[in-house]
């Protein structure tokens, strides 16, 4: 599946979240995507998680 095929699913489904569900819907669904795709990341081994841990701490610039 191309990044864009994915961009159009993940567009999808928050749509018809957001006309199901509402605003707050939309929301709760967008940040378990977030969370999935860092958990897959991470299964993966392409997840630096203390690169991360410093960028959000501002140790890191990159």
Do not use: H, N, P, W
Request: no cysteine; glycine share 16%.
């Amino acid at each position: 599946m191309t990044a864009t095929a994915r961009g159009m699913l993940v567009g999808a489904v928050l749509a018809l979240t957001a006309l199901q569900f509402g605003f707050g819907g939309l929301l709760l669904v967008a940040l378990a995507l977030v969370i999935g795709y860092f958990v897959g990341r991470f299964t993966e081994g392409k997840l630096d998680v203390r690169g991360v841990a410093d960028a959000l701490r501002g140790r890191r610039s990159s």
